[in-house]
Each structure stands twice: as C-alpha cells, then as structure tokens.
T-cell receptor, first 112, second 113 residues
C-alpha cells in the first residue's frame, strides 16, 4: 500500500511569515494527493487536492501545493500565515481503489 | 446537506470490555473509512467499506472489526479493549471512486481505563 511521510512534526512560525509543510509519498501506482487541516476538537477538512494536470494546486485559505513526481513530494505552502492558521495539517495519498493513507501530521503554530 | 455524523462523541470503557461506534455518512456516499488518531501516530487506517463489503484493510489486530449496512451507515467494533485503544476514532465518507474527497465526522473520543 502507499504511504506518506511528513518530515516535520511541528513548525513554529511568526505571523505574516511564509511557511512550507513538507510531505513525501511512496506508491507503486498513480496516486491522488491531498492536504487536510484539523482544528482543535474537530474533524478533518480538505485544503486542496491533486488529481492530474497542473502540478501547482491552489486551495482554500490561501494555501497551495506543488506535486513533484520525480521527488515524490507534495509540499504545502502559504506566503503569509495568520494566527488562525494554527492547526494540525495532514498529507494524504490515495490510489484508484479509494485506499487513502495519511501522514503523522504537522502541527503548525503561528505566533504573534 | 447533513455531514458525516458519528455517535457517541465521547465514551469511557474499562479494559476487557467491547465497544461499538457508529457512523452515518453523507447521503449518496457509498464508501465509509475508519481511522484511529493518537498523538504522534497521526491517522492510522483501519478499514474501508463500500457497498457493504470491506474493500481495504489496515494493519490492525482482529479485535477491530466493522460492518456496513445497506443504507451505507457503518459501525466499528473493538473487542477486549486495551489501554492502548484510547484514541479519537474518525469516520470518513465519500462516493467511493479513486481521487474523491473524503468528508470527516468529528470523531468519537474513546478512553479505556
């Protein structure tokens, strides 16, 4: 089965600074890639997804991610973060059979 | 359109007991997946059901089981509970095709004492 590695468990950053959350995946088949966000005491919410086509994907709340097949990466970026972006972020990979696997998560903390 | 509903939201059980968690997917969604979330482990995939059949399975012991009914509602059962089973159990539903977005419920917080 496919798997996901999120390279940073915690990322502290100051408000209005740029941020990158790193994600690498492994799979023997073509994959679909996702980023989800989880706010405290809530379920997960989709930020963005890559299915095919353009490798730069734009999502909600100003986030974007770039699919890099040669490096098997799907890093999430935002040029300027807000306090409200403080949350846990999960990268996920799914195959054509709807088998979706998640990484361990990255806790983004935005400081004033 | 109602979202994914999980019941109960909180549960406290004693070691050795069994527990059943319920998940009602979004109307029209035929796939239901279950995940266990613990600090530091992220979301670990338990299993996925599609049209009442288990289609995918994660690496959990046989104490963890599930089923799906004809109306797509799903239950998961954990028998002989262990302290390490304390976790947030999340259910997600989608239409079932590859690449489709999964919609999550708010989870059931299980505490085993």
């Amino acid at each position: 089965a496919q798997s996901v590695t999120q390279l940073d468990s915690q990322v502290p950053v100051f408000e209005e600074a740029p941020v990158e959350l790193r994600c690498n995946y492994s799979s023997s088949v073509s994959v679909y890639l996702f980023w989800y966000v989880q706010y405290p005491n809530q379920g997960l919410q989709l930020l963005l997804k890559y299915l095919s086509g353009s490798t730069l994907v734009k999502g909600i709340n100003g986030f974007e991610a770039e699919f890099n097949k040669s490096q098997t990466s799907f890093h999430l970026r935002k040029p300027s973060v807000h306090i409200s972006d403080t949350a846990e972020y999960f990268c996920a990979v799914s195959d054509g059979n709807n088998d979706m696997r998640f990484g361990a998560g990255t806790r983004l903390t935005v400081k004033p | 359109k109602a979202g994914v509903t999980q019941t109960p939201r909180y549960l406290i059980k004693t070691r050795g007991q069994q527990v059943t968690l319920s998940c009602s997917p979004i109307s029209g969604h035929r796939s239901v997946s279950w995940y266990q979330q613990t600090p530091g482990q992220g979301l670990q995939f338990l299993f996925e059901y599609f049209s009442e059949t288990q289609r995918n399975k994660g690496n959990f012991p046989g104490r963890f089981s599930g089923r799906q009914f004809s109306n797509s509602r799903s239950e998961m059962n954990v028998s002989t509970l262990e302290l390490g089973d304390s976790a947030l159990y999340l259910c997600a539903s989608n239409r079932g095709g590859g690449g489709t977005e999964a919609f999550f419920g708010q989870g059931t917080r299980l505490t085993v004492v």
